[in-house]
């Protein structure tokens, strides 16, 4: 199994940014997808997350407003539009895959099975 997230990068603040995450070697379509951050000193939080019928996303505090989770079950691919950005915003993304149901679980990390390498998010003031 491998998640591949892409599409990090420099970016002002007020500014957007696609991330993109593309898996192989699972079922996509039975998975729920999230994503989470880290910052340099931090704990991984939950960014967003979305169960495998992709009926429903799911925001953390810091993501509600201002990003979107979707995905493509066609491409085995998990996105993450972020709007807005700010500074606090710079992190290391991550994608992830859980083969749970329900959605109540999403934003804990124990939960997922498969991560992805990450992708750095730098945004300046």
């Known amino acids: 199994v491998q998640l591949q997230a892409f599409g990090g990068g420099l970016v002002q603040a007020g500014g957007s940014l696609r991330l993109s995450c593309v898996t192989s070697?699972?079922?996509?379509?039975?998975?729920?997808m999230g994503w989470f951050r880290q910052a340099p000193g931090k704990e991984r939080e939950f960014v967003a997350g979305?169960?495998?019928?992709?009926?429903?996303?799911y925001y953390g505090d810091s993501a509600k407003g201002r990003f979107t989770i979707s995905r493509d079950d066609a491409k085995n691919t998990v996105y993450l539009q972020m709007n807005s950005l700010k500074p606090e915003d710079t992190a290391v993304y991550y994608c992830?895959?859980?083969?749970?149901?329900?959605?109540?679980?999403?934003?804990?990390?124990?939960?997922?099975?498969?991560w992805g390498q990450g992708t750095q998010v730098t945004v300046s003031s």
């Open positions: 992830a895959a859980s083969p749970h149901r329900g959605s109540s679980w999403l934003s804990l990390r124990r939960e997922y099975l498969y």
């Open positions: 979305i169960i495998w019928s992709g009926t429903t996303p």
């Open positions: 070697g699972l079922t996509f379509s039975s998975y729920a």
